[in-house]
Nanobody
Framework: QVQLVESGGGLVQAGGSLRLSCAAS????????MGWFRQAPGKEREFVAA????????YYADSVKGRFTISRDNAKNTVYLQMNSLKSEDTAVYYC???????????????WGQGTQVTVSS
């Protein structure tokens, strides 16, 4: 069982940066691949980025590639999403998730956080 709590969301101007954090409970965090997803009002949840259990492999949606960076610190049971050059279309609730696959399909993730709101003003 893994419990996830996101933080770091907020209001930022276009072109600005934010860093999201996702803190996990439990001693098995390092066994899980981790993902970030987002959901804008009226839209389906979409994949943003993923990182494997060791941090050695990452995977990004085309829409964020080159702007966002996912990383993890297994000693701190935390995964991060550094978001730079933010655009208004990045506005959404951002969720972290834990699973057993480095995947973009949300159905492959077993545990989810409650989400943190990111709003980018233009």
């Amino acid at each position: 069982q893994v419990q996830l709590v996101e933080s770091g969301g907020g209001l930022v101007q276009a072109g600005g940066s934010l860093r999201l954090s996702c803190a996990a409970s439990g001693r098995t965090f390092s066994m899980y691949d981790m993902g970030w997803f987002r959901q804008a009002p009226g839209k389906e949840r979409e994949f943003v980025a993923a990182i494997n259990w060791s941090g050695g492999r990452t995977y990004y949606a085309d829409s964020v590639k080159g702007r966002f960076t996912i990383s993890r610190d297994n000693a701190k049971n935390t995964v991060y999403l550094q978001m730079n050059s933010l655009k208004s279309e990045d506005t959404a609730v951002y969720y972290c998730a834990a699973g057993r696959s480095l995947a973009s399909d949300p159905r492959l993730y077993n545990y989810w956080g409650q989400g943190t709101q990111v709003t980018v003003s233009s």
